[in-house]
């Protein structure tokens, strides 16, 4: 089992900024996948980023340019600096955890992201 805990959602306003952490504790294995999904009202969950242990990263191209994941391994823990806020961003914004090989992922409770026009 991997317990997420994310922080740092809220309201801002469009051209603003946010930070998004989630700390992962559990079963933590040495290689594991790290992310950041979004679902707004009425919408699928969507890919945002997501790095491995190494670091490299992958982005939604919505999000290209904009958004920045990053991760301290020592820490268990994943980042997502949000600049240039639009209000379709605006979403709840989960955390994602998976282990290499492994079929099972486990999801944060969610944290809400409002950015307003």
């Known amino acids: 089992q991997v317990q997420l805990v994310e922080s740092g959602g809220g309201l801002v306003q469009a051209g603003g900024s946010l930070r998004l952490s989630c700390a992962a504790s559990g079963s933590i294995s040495r290689i594991n996948f790290m992310g950041w999904y979004r679902q707004a009202p009425g919408k699928q969950r969507e890919l945002v980023a997501v790095?491995?242990?190494?670091?490299?990263?992958n982005y939604a191209d919505s999000v290209k340019g904009r958004f920045t994941i990053s991760r301290d391994n020592a820490k268990n823990t994943v980042y997502l600096q949000m600049n240039s806020l639009k209000p379709d961003d605006t979403a709840v914004y989960y955390c994602?955890?998976?282990?290499?090989?492994?079929?099972?992922?486990?999801w944060g409770q969610g944290t809400q992201v409002t950015v307003s026009s």
């Open positions: 790095i491995t242990t190494y670091g490299s990263p």
């Open positions: 994602r955890y998976q282990n290499l090989g492994a079929a099972e992922a486990y």
